[in-house]
């Protein structure tokens, strides 16, 4: 039996895929150089961008929660 946060965790794993997706074909070329800028950035930033998206993520899944 599924919980349904597992369900809801797996509903945002898809619509994480989609957006992703979209954007793959919409905009090839701007995701490449995207990726390349990503590689030539430094580990901290990458972090730091990492930490604060998480947090923000969290913070709206609390609001919308609430």
Known sequence: M?????ADFLIGLG???VLEGLI???SPTWMRRAMKS???TPDNVLRVVGIGSAIGGLILI???RR
Not at 2 to 6: K, L, N, P, T, V
């Open 24 to 26: 793959f074909a919409a």
């Open 2 to 6: 599924r919980s349904i946060a597992f």
């Open 62 to 64: 609390w609001l919308v």
């Open 15 to 17: 619509i994480l895929f």
């Open 38 to 40: 990503a590689l030539a």
